[in-house]
């Protein structure tokens, strides 16, 4: 079910109504079929639910006996059959995903949500393991945490520990929740409809033929497209994040204004903040993370981050992304004492403000340049757009009426641009409190509150991509 759509509102709608008058006792079981059906309402995942539930009984019975058995070799095997069970089920998808031809698919699908619901899991049962968690002996409770339906398409990846006990509470109505969650659900419509997908029309033209477009375009459609990925997918996470809250349940936040870091570890600090967390808890850690010293800190970094590369997807230009950023943040770490000296004596840097727009307009640029091999459809195309970059800049000053006319012919037009700059603007005064927004709109008055909800509304029905494809980060 598409978080964008009146079946997704509509459902939510039920959903809600029916948990809150339904006695506490019968709610898990509500929000678990309520979970079921959304992962259902599209017939194509149907044959994924034995998986699902398969996984789930799994990873149960593995974290009872981890729990109970007292011998550590019989531990361990469990863990190591569930880090096997996961893993193939992630690797199968990513296989199905990038390395099979789609005429060879034979009907086989990506099971959605796979991710999701794996990650949560293996982490459960590492948590398990560590003692960090107990293990969760009402199956009912850990199918729903698997499975719970504002998560599991494109998370945030949720941990055991914050979400098994809030399925447990007593949850009463609650108006000023309930409406911000609403809200959070409008704003991350407005970010996807209005924004990513109205940049996305852009960026799908030039990164199709990259080989036709001059430097010019070629940057602008680079630049664009990591401000379209971070709305598209921050859109994802306000929705499940809105609609969690819907039936208070708060889930972790997956971005705090990433792009406006000032550092590249700052910016992964923001970004994706729940899957960075869980490569950094069960991955990075257990690599000996920075314990052995900076040379084997900065290599653990670098296999997290082609780890993660490879997460989404079995190419080349996903694993080059990945290697990049890990290369960056080792780089910013070992020259972040020079790079501190040097900024001392920046007399540009002397103003807070400036030195922070510099800083982010830098970490910016750098981001972008890993972000062509994520989006690049092939490494020749990667390799056309950068050649391009430093090719027909002239234009731009010797024949502008030329470069107004390519841009126009790549989508640059009409409204567009005011939709584009001012969503952005729109975007970045709203999340500059560094409040979820969900919990910001209920402190501002009702006469600024109000036309903002009618705004919203109007800004999506007049300049809403509707029918464009779905999130970015579904696929992976």
């Given amino acids: 079910m598409n978080f964008v759509s009146l079946s997704f509102l509509l459902f939510l709608f039920v959903a809600a109504v029916c948990y809150y008058v339904m006695p506490k006792i019968t709610r898990p079981f509500w929000m678990l079929a309520c979970s079921y059906t959304f992962y259902l309402y599209d017939p194509e995942n149907a044959p994924f639910v034995a998986l699902l539930l398969g996984m789930t009984a799994a990873t149960y019975l593995l974290g009872l006996l981890i729990q109970i058995c007292p011998v550590k070799p019989v531990r361990i095997a469990a863990v190591a059959a569930a880090v096997l069970g996961c893993s193939g089920v992630l690797g199968w998808g990513l296989y199905l995903h990038t390395a099979i031809k789609p005429t060879a698919l034979a009907g086989l699908m990506v099971p959605l949500g796979s991710s999701y619901f794996t990650f949560a899991a293996l982490g459960y049962i590492i948590d398990v393991y560590r003692g960090k968690t107990r293990a969760e002996r009402n199956p009912l409770y850990y199918a729903l945490f698997v499975s719970f339906f504002p998560c599991i398409v494109t998370g945030p990846i949720e941990?055991?520990?914050?979400?098994?006990?809030?399925?447990?509470?007593?949850?009463?109505?609650?108006?000023?929740?309930?409406?911000?969650?609403?809200?959070?659900?409008?704003?991350?419509?407005?970010?996807?409809?209005?924004?990513?997908?109205?940049?996305?029309?852009?960026?799908?033209?030039?990164?199709?033929?990259?080989?036709?477009?001059?430097?010019?375009?070629?940057?602008?459609?680079?630049?664009?497209?990591?401000?379209?990925?971070?709305?598209?997918?921050?859109?994802?996470?306000?929705?499940?994040?809105?609609?969690?809250?819907?039936?208070?349940?708060?889930?972790?936040?997956?971005?705090?204004?990433?792009?406006?870091?000032?550092?590249?570890?700052?910016?992964w600090r923001r970004w994706h903040i729940s899957l960075s967390s869980w490569f950094r808890d069960y991955l990075y850690f257990p690599l000996g993370g920075s314990r052995k010293g900076k040379l084997r800190a900065h290599v653990n970094q670098v296999i997290v981050f082609s780890v993660s590369g490879l997460w989404h997807g079995l190419t080349p230009g996903y694993l080059i992304w990945g290697l990049l950023n890990g290369v960056f943040l080792a780089v910013g770490k070992e020259t972040s004492a020079v790079r501190g000296r040097i900024a001392a004596r920046n007399p540009l840097y002397r103003l807070s403000a400036l030195k922070s727009v510099i800083q982010a307009?830098?970490?910016?640029?750098?981001?972008?340049?890993?972000?062509?091999?994520?989006?690049?459809?092939?490494?020749?195309?990667?390799?056309?757009?950068?050649?391009?970059?430093?090719?027909?800049?002239?234009?731009?000053?010797?024949?502008?009426?030329?470069?107004?006319?390519?841009?126009?012919?790549?989508?640059?037009?009409?409204?567009?641009?005011?939709?584009?700059?001012?969503?952005?603007?729109?975007?970045?005064?709203?999340?500059?409190?560094?409040?979820?927004?969900?919990?910001?709109?209920?402190?501002?008055?009702?006469?600024?509150?109000?036309?903002?909800?009618?705004?919203?509304?109007?800004?999506?029905?007049?300049?809403?991509?509707?029918?464009?494809?779905?999130?970015?980060?579904?696929?992976?």
């Avoid at 731009?396 to 640059?412: D, E, I, M, P, T």
């Fill in 159 to 267: 941990r055991a520990g914050n979400l098994l006990p809030q399925f447990k509470r007593k949850v009463t109505f609650d108006y000023n929740r309930v409406s911000g969650g609403m809200f959070r659900i409008l704003w991350g419509c407005f970010k996807k409809l209005v924004i990513a997908d109205t940049i996305g029309g852009i960026v799908g033209t030039v990164f199709g033929k990259p080989a036709q477009y001059s430097g010019p375009i070629l940057l602008i459609a680079c630049l664009l497209f990591t401000y379209q990925l971070y709305c598209d997918f921050s859109a994802a996470s306000d929705i499940a994040i809105g609609a969690a809250a819907v039936f208070g349940i708060e889930v972790m936040e997956n971005f705090t204004r990433p792009l406006a870091a000032s550092s590249y570890t700052e910016l």
């Fill in 361 to 476: 307009v830098i970490v910016y640029l750098l981001f972008t340049a890993t972000l062509v091999f994520f989006r690049a459809a092939s490494l020749s195309d990667a390799a056309v757009i950068y050649g391009g970059l430093w090719q027909g800049w002239d234009v731009v000053f010797s024949q502008s009426s030329r470069f107004l006319s390519s841009l126009s012919a790549v989508g640059w037009k009409d409204a567009v641009p005011w939709i584009i700059l001012g969503g952005a603007f729109g975007v970045e005064l709203l999340e500059f409190w560094r409040i979820p927004v969900n919990q910001l709109i209920r402190r501002i008055p009702f006469f600024v509150r109000w036309p903002l909800y009618y705004a919203l509304i109007i800004l999506i029905g007049f300049y809403g991509q509707f029918g464009s494809s779905g999130f970015i980060y579904q696929q992976y």
